[in-house]
């Protein structure tokens, strides 16, 4: 159970953890993340929505789906929304494919858990 939601989660090649959301539950979280445009919803969460349903897809069929050119710049803007709920996408260049953006495989995965250090300022007051 990750933040009330159920999430099935299986190890990738990545050395990450895949997760594997319900159509039920990418529909709730579109609903809560995207607002829907003249009745059909947005480009972000039509992406979200192809990576989400189908790991690994090509960057080519999620452009294709969505109707977006710049799926790398979508992503960024969708991280930044779903990282709250413990999730980000990630994407993964082929092996043995020359580099060609058309042929990168998108996952959506759980987000990594960051330890970041905090330090006192030079200017805070030593106690």
């Not at 895949?18 to 059909?40: A, F, H, M, P």
């Not at 709920?85 to 042929?103: Q, T, Y």
Request: charged residues 20%; positive net charge.
């Amino acid at each position: 159970m990750k933040n009330g939601n159920s999430y099935i989660y299986k190890s990738s090649n990545a050395g990450l953890s895949l997760v594997y959301l319900l159509e039920t539950e990418v529909q709730r979280i579109k609903k809560i993340k995207w607002s829907k445009r003249n009745g059909k919803d947005s480009k972000m969460a039509l992406v979200f929505e192809s990576i989400a349903l189908t790991q690994g897809v090509k960057t080519d069929a999620a452009r294709r789906y969505a109707n977006c050119s710049n799926i790398p710049n979508m992503v960024d803007n969708i991280n930044k929304k779903i990282m709250s709920l413990g999730l980000m996408i990630v994407r993964v260049d082929p092996w043995g494919v020359p580099p060609n953006a058309d042929f990168h495989h998108w996952y959506l995965v759980e987000a990594p858990i960051m330890n970041v250090p905090v330090q006192m300022a030079v200017n805070d007051p030593i106690m």
